[in-house]
């Protein structure tokens, strides 16, 4: 029989299952599971019996590879991965170098009405990504515009940001606008944590606020930088709202525009669930993939530094 202290020790030592029970069965039911059938399912497809009537007709068999030789050699996935990287050759730099600049912004000593100007760049962040595509989709129609009101007026060239060149520049201002201020945040809350004493030394030594930037504070929120990275591949590479959202107002956006849209189309226009989870997958080994490299380079760096 276990004496009461037994029973106290064995109770403090389940404690933390205990507290991580609920999250790990939610993290089980909703995101492993789905994950786990997503796959099952692309090595599946149907199989069709004479002319597919009648009970028993068409039924799922095993496909094997089947379904990712069909995503990794059908050209609208092809092209849309394409669009997805010139895309994110824009998004991200920009996104991230506004943020960067934003943060040493607010980290000055100089600056004013400082709470003010925080809530006011991370306040479109706020705003779902369906809402701010559909407010940019009506800015960019020259017919309800109030820019183009506006050029009209001046006389000036009147571009047409929804076809061609332009339209990569369009939705890459959406998801600038938007995520802008989420990493500002980071990058701010990373700034804020570095000691008063650092800077305190720079001036000592003679730093302009320039080099104190520059040498001291960018290469010190190095890992938020990082972090923010890993954050804005994902979410390019999963690019879905933008495109999807803009596609009412224009022709040059199909529904392969994206290799999320062709997901989407496949599985809920097209019907076919298969391949629609095969091409699911290859976007989630993509992400995995770069992801891990990307984190990979960047602690072989910290650790060569670390080193000298």
């Known amino acids: 029989m276990t004496s009461p202290a037994s029973r106290r020790s064995y109770g403090v030592k389940g404690a933390p299952y205990a507290f991580l029970l609920p999250a790990t069965i939610l993290f089980a039911l909703f995101f492993a599971l789905p994950i786990g059938y997503a796959v099952w399912l692309s090595f599946r497809k149907v199989h069709v019996s004479g002319l597919g009537l009648g009970a028993g007709a068409r039924s799922e068999v095993w496909a094997g590879l089947e379904n990712y030789k ?21 998004v991200v730099p920009v996104m991230l170098g506004l943020a960067l600049l934003f943060a040493l912004m607010l980290d000055s000593e100089r600056v004013r009405l ?20 559909l407010l940019w989709g009506f800015l960019y129609l020259p017919d309800v515009s109030p820019f183009y009101y506006v050029l009209a007026k ?22 600038v606008w938007g995520g802008t201020g989420f990493n500002m ?107 891990f490299g990307f984190l990979r380079a960047a602690n072989r760096r910290n650790k060569q530094e670390a080193a000298q």
């Open 70 to 90: 069909d995503a990794l050699t059908d050209n609208e996935f092809y092209d849309g991965a394409l669009r997805v990287l010139g895309y994110g050759c824009i």
């Open 154 to 175: 001046l006389h000036l060239p009147q571009p047409n940001l929804l076809d061609g060149g332009p339209l990569y520049l369009a939705l890459s201002n959406i998801a």
């Open 114 to 133: 400082a709470p003010f100007t925080r809530l006011a760049i991370f306040l479109p962040y706020a705003i779902p990504g369906v809402v701010a595509a």
């Open 185 to 291: 945040i980071v990058i701010y809350t990373s700034l804020r944590a570095i000691p008063a004493e650092v800077y305190e030394a720079a001036k000592l030594d003679g730093a302009t606020p320039l080099q104190t930037a520059l040498k001291i504070k960018i290469p010190m929120v190095a890992p938020s930088l990082v972090l923010t990275f890993f954050f804005s591949i994902i979410a390019t590479l999963q690019v879905f709202n933008e495109p999807m959202t803009i596609k009412p107002f224009t022709n040059s956006v199909n529904l392969s525009w994206s290799p999320l849209m062709k997901v989407y189309q496949d599985a809920f226009r097209r019907g076919d669930i298969y391949s629609a989870a095969a091409e699911a997958t290859l976007i989630a080994i993509a992400t995995l993939a770069l992801s």
